[in-house]
């Protein structure tokens, strides 16, 4: 079995970050592996400016901002990217197997950082009653649609969950032509920055449903529309206040959960609630040598922080191996 | 007369209050940095905002090239800019930053490239 110093599952913003600060902090091998065929992780369907301001002082869009980090893990001699690289199993003792087009490997690190991310919450999770018609999507994954794959995924939407991906997807979805209804968030504040509700709705004339839910979606086929309704502080439904949306596509952004089943595997120990790895600190985990960085660490609002956090994943690693910089 | 606005220079999202009289921006207060005072004259006389979409590719590794603006252009121009780059197929490779279209529909502004793509 080869021996690796590092091997950081996911070259998004935080396993290249985290690759980055750990060369600078004295690690001479580090493997990189990336199930997609390209670097940058979600930061690649994130097309919308916003990204940088705090640590390139200059506002990019997210494949701007992945590319620059992209850019330089490429120029790194130490450190070996392994692309369409899925890792499937971690041991107690840092024992890594991941398959890649033509084989299943199996490496030993000296020390591991998982970078997985997060997946989004579905419908199943909130859980909204009705039929079970084509035209629900997960907000994330209709953006990739949308930005990556150049599909519409509907004519008339309707946006459960004012979360920041919501939000984002309101303005992509209008600007692309389609007519966005409505966005219902049961809160009575928007989960999204306040910056967004501005540019991506106010901008675009798109209501915004404070205190209120989607009590049913109906539809057989293909979604017909929604019925909202206003709730109150118990998030119980005020009678008398439903009303009708018709649409054929609702897109859903009510938050996301960290990815933690490789540490799962290796014994870790997961906090139920959040599926967070339950530890003394940032980027720890219960398993010796095992870190955990980004949105697979703690869900963050801002790519900045997960870089500048992955960046001291990286040197904690670079610790742990006793490297010094060079 | 008054107004309230929130400044969408960052995500900080500071609360201003912007007196203007029309177009004509006469006082400002509520910014932490000088991007909200910036940003209060220019909504106030004409708002404006960085497009970002996606373009067709041909022969190149991913189907959709993400684009920007390479500054902000007139809010009232965003649609009639969608239109103009459903038009667009990029066949060439590129690096971030690579101008797509030229001084984009005559707004003094470029169309860029916001990433790397090689040839499929």
Known sequence: ?326 | MKRLMTCIECPQGCRLEVEADGPRLISVTGYKCKRGQAYARQETEAPSRTLTTSVLTRGLELKMLPVRTSKPIPREKLFTAMEAVKRIVVTSPVRAGSVIAPDFLGLGVDLVACRRLERA
Request: glycine share 12%; charged share 25%.
């Open chain 1, 1 to 326: 079995m080869k021996e690796r110093q590092l091997v950081i599952v996911g070259g998004g913003p935080a396993g290249m970050a985290a690759a980055l600060a750990a060369r600078a902090a004295g690690v001479s091998d580090v493997l990189l592996l990336e199930r997609d065929q390209h670097l940058g992780g979600i930061l690649n369907q994130c097309i919308h400016p916003g990204f940088g301001l705090h640590h390139f002082k200059e506002e990019l869009t997210g494949p701007e901002y992945a590319d620059r980090f992209a850019a330089r893990v490429r120029e790194d001699a130490g450190i070996e990217v392994s692309l369409r690289s899925f890792a499937v199993r971690l041991t107690p003792d840092r024992r890594v197997s991941f398959l890649r087009p033509g084989a299943l490997e199996e490496v030993k690190a000296g020390a591991v950082i998982l970078a997985t991310g997060c997946r989004e919450r579905t419908r199943e999770m909130i859980p909204i009653p009705g039929s079970r018609p084509a035209g629900v999507y997960p907000a994330g994954l209709a953006q990739k649609m949308v930005n990556m794959e150049g599909w519409i995924p509907g004519k008339e939407a309707v946006i459960v969950g004012s979360g920041d991906i919501g939000l984002i997807m309101a303005r992509r979805m209008a600007l692309e032509g389609v007519k966005v209804k409505a966005v219902i968030e049961i809160q009575k504040v928007s989960r999204g920055l306040v910056r967004n509700v501005v540019q991506c709705l106010e901008d675009f004339g798109i209501p915004l449903y404070l205190g209120h839910k989607v009590s049913r979606i109906t539809g057989r086929d293909r979604v017909e529309g929604v019925d909202v309704v206003k709730v109150d502080d118990s998030f119980a439904e005020v009678p008398g206040t439903a009303f009708s949306l018709p649409c054929d596509t609702v897109l859903v952004s009510v938050g996301l959960i960290p990815e933690n089943e490789l540490l799962e595997m290796a014994g870790g120990e997961i906090d139920r609630r959040t599926n967070a790895p339950v530890a003394p600190g940032v980027n720890l985990t219960s398993v010796p040598g095992v870190f955990a960085c980004g949105n697979a660490c703690k869900v963050y609002d801002l790519a900045d922080w997960v870089t500048r956090d992955s960046e001291l994943a990286g040197r904690m690693a670079a610790e742990y191996l006793g490297a010094s910089p060079a």
